[in-house]
């Protein structure tokens, strides 16, 4: 639905966006990266509010910049809070509801805003909405004309714990009527919860794209971290670097009494998971420790998003 | 032996000079100063700034052409070139227009960005801190208020056209920092005062101006159908340029008015709107 | 295109700036008032209260303070995307603008500039402030809104442009008072009124084709502006 070849966008001298390149589809796609990586110059590319210096953007099948009809299709949420501060919230929302040509707006307007838990009789001009109260108009008025592509710009942004829950529902709800979602965030167990493919950027670049479980196996450069508890800590270490299965060991807890009840951890760095996994149990046996738990420690999102937005670590000599 | 370095530990206390509210005040009038003109800034920042002085400038510059130019037997310095007092007619639409930039410029980003609390929570008082914006303004308006006279003096001097003594040199040079100082005194009171009341430099500036204009537009109609003339002392356009002229010795173009009158008139509004900004402030809640 | 026009007409009515150019307006009437009063007044000063107060001063900043933020505003506080990102034709959202600054301003403006007239000098005053207003009025408010999305701090920028072009350059010789708007509007107040005959500086077709053609030529350009520029 999404189609992105070769796309830059520089201002003057600084790039903001470096010759990126990818496809989104249908469902919820997660766009990471830390604040200046270009995420929110990247998605006002994908809704033609600016051109692409280099490359050319599509939206499905067309280009969003110069052709307003594509705007029945597309919904944004942007990053800056200004809304029209002298309406109601369902003013703003019955507004954006005409602009699409809906049959009746008012009454789009008020579903859009209920499906954001948000009051549609409330008088109040927006002037006197909270951040959170902004944020959910400003998704209602993405959502009012039901979309087939959303692009959300920090839509969570202060938020309280309920109400990103509930949006994040709606999110994953659209993704699964078939509409692209496409939401931009720093915040990582949020985006974790979308779902599992993300793009993530870093310096204005590209730096991965997919299901991040999948991009944590690809990067070969970075060890997997994963802890052991065992009765028996020493000879389960010592046992598994004999074994060659890990690249480095490092003993958690020192102390002789609660290894005896609860275990003692063992910090393994290894790079090949799937091997490991295989020679623990023999390694284990073989240095007659019981294996407690085994749990990986950097394949959830933030590992793998600090390792990409992270310098790389120089050569060892 | 270790290379090893550290280059940024982070947030550390200021160990140097403290230099206390007189370095505060040096601080922020500088600051404040290189804002105004647009120095160290964008290219946008410096165009009326740029555009005001060259418009200040220009006519002086032609003038002192003329004087080097053409010798006396050919043209007659003092019949062409206009009087140092007399000149400001030139160059009254760069003045009100810097007038009008130079005051909001100064005061309304601090309120707006939040700047102010952070000023204020150095060694800055209310009234240290607007010290220190008027302490700016006065010398940056003083740019086309003292510089184009001046300009025009030195050329004409170099020239052979100037003052025929060094003692009229000087007292010609007193008159132009007099007056010049004035006129920069009375629209930075207003300038400021008008930017005390808003948040917004476009809106300040906007109002400057409209007050200029209108007190002139109004009290001069209002005279011309047979009003007292002392409406005239209403008229922020004329007042100050006025008071140029007797500075100069001259009666200008309202003789009817008193000298006395012009003075205190003109230390009237500049006094008030001095007050106004500082009620404003002293009544400011600053919040962030 | 009536939704947009709602909605640009309620963002320009601002407390503040109507009280501030209504008593401009007000001033503009008591100044007529004072001259209709005056014994020694004679048509030249009618005509002069007009041209000085209301087409030099009271019209154009009148026309800048409303037509610069109708499209302005939102550009720079980053509210324009609501609108931008519509299926609507850019003109429309230029026309709406366009509309709603012109619905306030011309009560606005010509109103008390026609009832000044009235007071100062009555008959063919009346008529030429309200045709020469009116002129000046949708001449500037083409030149604001499109000064308006151009540029930030729009108000400076046309300031300056009252002071130093309509009130200094345009001044200054017959070729810049052709493509003044001031100028022009002046002509047309001369012509229409007793105004002495120094008061016509423009040919009649001049004086009213440059000022429409301005306006026309600077919606044209706002219209461009509006579809290639970047939206925050």
């Given at each position: 639905m999404i189609q992105v070849a070769g796309v830059s966008r520089w201002f003057g001298d600084v790039v903001a966006v470096s010759d990126v390149s990818f496809d989104v589809g249908p469902g919820v796609t997660a766009l990471l990266g830390p604040?200046?990586?270009?995420?929110?110059?990247?998605?006002?590319?994908?809704?033609g509010l600016t051109t692409p210096s280099q490359g050319t953007v599509r939206v499905l099948g067309a280009n969003p910049r110069g052709d307003p009809s594509l705007y029945r299709r597309i919904g944004l949420v942007p990053q800056q809070e200004a809304v029209f501060e002298r309406l109601t919230g369902l003013a703003f929302v019955a507004l954006a509801a005409e602009l699409h040509g809906l049959p009746s707006p008012e009454t789009a307007a008020e579903g859009a805003l209920r499906l954001v838990d948000l009051d549609p009789g409330d008088r109040r001009p927006l002037s006197t909405y909270s951040k959170g109260m902004r944020q959910r108009v400003k998704v209602a008025q993405a959502l009012v004309h039901e979309p087939e592509v959303v692009v959300l710009d920090e839509p969570l942004e202060g938020l309280d714990p309920r109400q990103r829950l509930h949006l994040i529902d709606l999110f994953r709800t659209l993704g699964a009527e078939g509409r692209c979602v496409l939401v931009s965030s720093h915040v990582l167990d949020e985006v974790e919860r979308f779902g599992s493919r993300v793009l993530?950027?870093?310096?204005?670049?590209?730096?991965?794209?997919?299901?991040?479980?999948?991009?944590?196996?690809?990067m070969d450069d970075r060890p997997h971290r994963l802890r052991l508890r065992t009765d028996r800590p020493h000879a389960l270490a010592g046992a598994l670097v004999a074994s060659g299965a890990a690249t480095a060991v490092r003993l958690e807890v020192q102390d002789p009494q609660s290894d005896r009840t609860t275990g003692s951890g063992v910090l393994v760095d290894t790079v090949d998971v799937a091997a490991f996994r295989a020679t623990v149990a023999g390694a284990a046996q073989q240095a007659g420790a019981r294996l407690l738990e085994l749990t990986p420690l950097d394949d959830d999102l933030e590992s793998v998003f600090r390792y990409l937005v992270a310098p790389v670590p120089p050569e060892p000599r | 032996?270790?290379?090893?370095?550290?280059?940024?530990?982070?947030?550390?206390?200021?160990?140097?000079?403290?230099?206390?509210?007189?370095?505060?005040?040096?601080?922020?009038?500088?600051?404040?100063?290189?804002?105004?003109?647009?120095?160290?800034?964008?290219?946008?920042?410096?165009?009326?700034?740029?555009?005001?002085?060259?418009?200040?400038?220009?006519?002086?510059?032609?003038?002192?052409?003329?004087?080097?130019?053409?010798?006396?037997?050919?043209?007659?310095?003092?019949?062409?070139?206009p009087g140092y007092g007399e000149y400001y007619s030139f160059i009254t639409a760069a003045i009100v227009v810097f007038v009008a930039l130079v005051g909001p410029e100064v005061l309304c980003p601090d309120r707006r960005d939040g700047m102010l609390g952070l000023y204020l929570a150095s060694p800055l008082t209310r009234d240290t801190y607007l010290l220190a914006k008027a302490l700016a303004v006065v010398p940056v308006l003083a740019i086309v208020t003292v510089g184009p006279p001046l300009l025009l003096l030195v050329g004409r001097t170099f020239a052979d056209a100037g003052p025929e003594s060094f003692g009229d040199f000087l007292t010609v040079l007193v008159r132009i920092l007099v007056s010049g100082l004035a006129i920069s005194a009375a629209y930075t009171a207003i300038s400021l005062a008008a930017a005390s009341l808003t948040d917004r430099r476009a809106v300040a500036s906007a109002g400057v101006i409209l007050l200029l204009l209108v007190t002139s537009v109004a009290t001069t109609v209002l005279v011309e159908l047979g009003g007292s003339e002392r409406l005239l002392l209403l008229n922020l356009f004329l007042l100050p340029f006025e008071l140029v002229q007797r500075v100069y010795g001259e009666l200008g173009s309202e003789p009817q008015l008193a000298t006395v009158e012009l003075v205190a008139a003109n230390a009237a509004w500049t006094l008030g709107a001095g007050f106004l900004v500082r009620e404003r402030y002293r009544r400011l809640q600053v919040t962030r | 295109m009536s939704t947009l026009y709602r909605l640009f007409l309620r963002s320009q009515l601002v407390r503040g700036r109507i009280i501030g150019l209504g008593s401009l307006g007000l001033l503009a009437v008591c100044l007529g008032f004072a001259v209709g009063a005056?014994?020694?007044?004679?048509?030249?000063?009618?005509?002069?209260?007009?041209?000085?107060?209301?087409?030099?001063?009271?019209?154009?900043?009148?026309?800048?303070?409303?037509?610069?933020a109708v499209l302005g505003d939102p550009n720079e506080d980053g509210t324009l995307v609501y609108l931008w990102l519509r299926p609507v034709a850019r003109w429309k959202i230029v026309a709406a603008a366009v509309a709603a600054a012109l619905s306030l301003c011309l009560p606005l403006v010509v109103l008390p500039m026609a009832l000044a007239g009235a007071l100062a000098g009555g008959g063919g005053l009346v008529v030429g402030a309200i045709a020469s207003c009116t002129l000046a009025t949708v001449s500037y408010v083409g030149i604001f809104t499109w000064l308006g999305l151009r540029v930030k701090r729009a108000l400076v920028w046309g300031l300056a442009y009252i002071l130093i072009w309509e009130g200094f350059v345009a001044r200054a010789g017959?070729?810049?008072?052709?493509?003044?708007?001031?100028?022009?509007?002046?002509?047309?107040?001369?012509?229409?009124?007793?105004?002495?005959?120094?008061?016509?500086e423009v040919g009649s077709i001049a004086a009213v084709l440059v000022p429409l053609l301005a306006a026309a030529v600077a919606l044209w350009l706002t219209v461009r502006r509006l579809a290639s520029q970047d939206v925050a």
């Amino acid at each position: 639905m999404i189609q992105v070849a070769g796309v830059s966008r520089w201002f003057g001298d600084v790039v903001a966006v470096s010759d990126v390149s990818f496809d989104v589809g249908p469902g919820v796609t997660a766009l990471l990266g830390p604040n200046g990586a270009g995420k929110s110059t990247l998605l006002r590319l994908l809704c033609g509010l600016t051109t692409p210096s280099q490359g050319t953007v599509r939206v499905l099948g067309a280009n969003p910049r110069g052709d307003p009809s594509l705007y029945r299709r597309i919904g944004l949420v942007p990053q800056q809070e200004a809304v029209f501060e002298r309406l109601t919230g369902l003013a703003f929302v019955a507004l954006a509801a005409e602009l699409h040509g809906l049959p009746s707006p008012e009454t789009a307007a008020e579903g859009a805003l209920r499906l954001v838990d948000l009051d549609p009789g409330d008088r109040r001009p927006l002037s006197t909405y909270s951040k959170g109260m902004r944020q959910r108009v400003k998704v209602a008025q993405a959502l009012v004309h039901e979309p087939e592509v959303v692009v959300l710009d920090e839509p969570l942004e202060g938020l309280d714990p309920r109400q990103r829950l509930h949006l994040i529902d709606l999110f994953r709800t659209l993704g699964a009527e078939g509409r692209c979602v496409l939401v931009s965030s720093h915040v990582l167990d949020e985006v974790e919860r979308f779902g599992s493919r993300v793009l993530v950027m870093a310096q204005g670049r590209l730096a991965a794209e997919g299901d991040f479980h999948d991009i944590r196996e690809l990067m070969d450069d970075r060890p997997h971290r994963l802890r052991l508890r065992t009765d028996r800590p020493h000879a389960l270490a010592g046992a598994l670097v004999a074994s060659g299965a890990a690249t480095a060991v490092r003993l958690e807890v020192q102390d002789p009494q609660s290894d005896r009840t609860t275990g003692s951890g063992v910090l393994v760095d290894t790079v090949d998971v799937a091997a490991f996994r295989a020679t623990v149990a023999g390694a284990a046996q073989q240095a007659g420790a019981r294996l407690l738990e085994l749990t990986p420690l950097d394949d959830d999102l933030e590992s793998v998003f600090r390792y990409l937005v992270a310098p790389v670590p120089p050569e060892p000599r | 032996m270790s290379d090893a370095r550290i280059l940024d530990r982070g947030y550390r206390r200021y160990d140097g000079a403290r230099l206390g509210a007189r370095g505060a005040i040096g601080s922020l009038t500088r600051q404040s100063a290189l804002r105004a003109l647009g120095l160290r800034r964008t290219f946008w920042a410096k165009v009326f700034p740029l555009l005001s002085a060259i418009i200040a400038y220009l006519p002086a510059t032609v003038f002192v052409g003329i004087a080097a130019l053409f010798p006396d037997e050919l043209l007659d310095p003092d019949a062409v070139i206009p009087g140092y007092g007399e000149y400001y007619s030139f160059i009254t639409a760069a003045i009100v227009v810097f007038v009008a930039l130079v005051g909001p410029e100064v005061l309304c980003p601090d309120r707006r960005d939040g700047m102010l609390g952070l000023y204020l929570a150095s060694p800055l008082t209310r009234d240290t801190y607007l010290l220190a914006k008027a302490l700016a303004v006065v010398p940056v308006l003083a740019i086309v208020t003292v510089g184009p006279p001046l300009l025009l003096l030195v050329g004409r001097t170099f020239a052979d056209a100037g003052p025929e003594s060094f003692g009229d040199f000087l007292t010609v040079l007193v008159r132009i920092l007099v007056s010049g100082l004035a006129i920069s005194a009375a629209y930075t009171a207003i300038s400021l005062a008008a930017a005390s009341l808003t948040d917004r430099r476009a809106v300040a500036s906007a109002g400057v101006i409209l007050l200029l204009l209108v007190t002139s537009v109004a009290t001069t109609v209002l005279v011309e159908l047979g009003g007292s003339e002392r409406l005239l002392l209403l008229n922020l356009f004329l007042l100050p340029f006025e008071l140029v002229q007797r500075v100069y010795g001259e009666l200008g173009s309202e003789p009817q008015l008193a000298t006395v009158e012009l003075v205190a008139a003109n230390a009237a509004w500049t006094l008030g709107a001095g007050f106004l900004v500082r009620e404003r402030y002293r009544r400011l809640q600053v919040t962030r | 295109m009536s939704t947009l026009y709602r909605l640009f007409l309620r963002s320009q009515l601002v407390r503040g700036r109507i009280i501030g150019l209504g008593s401009l307006g007000l001033l503009a009437v008591c100044l007529g008032f004072a001259v209709g009063a005056s014994d020694g007044a004679g048509p030249r000063d009618g005509a002069e209260l007009v041209s000085e107060y209301g087409l030099a001063l009271f019209v154009p900043v009148s026309v800048l303070l409303f037509a610069s933020a109708v499209l302005g505003d939102p550009n720079e506080d980053g509210t324009l995307v609501y609108l931008w990102l519509r299926p609507v034709a850019r003109w429309k959202i230029v026309a709406a603008a366009v509309a709603a600054a012109l619905s306030l301003c011309l009560p606005l403006v010509v109103l008390p500039m026609a009832l000044a007239g009235a007071l100062a000098g009555g008959g063919g005053l009346v008529v030429g402030a309200i045709a020469s207003c009116t002129l000046a009025t949708v001449s500037y408010v083409g030149i604001f809104t499109w000064l308006g999305l151009r540029v930030k701090r729009a108000l400076v920028w046309g300031l300056a442009y009252i002071l130093i072009w309509e009130g200094f350059v345009a001044r200054a010789g017959s070729t810049p008072a052709t493509l003044s708007v001031r100028a022009s509007t002046r002509s047309v107040l001369g012509r229409i009124s007793d105004a002495p005959r120094d008061f016509v500086e423009v040919g009649s077709i001049a004086a009213v084709l440059v000022p429409l053609l301005a306006a026309a030529v600077a919606l044209w350009l706002t219209v461009r502006r509006l579809a290639s520029q970047d939206v925050a």
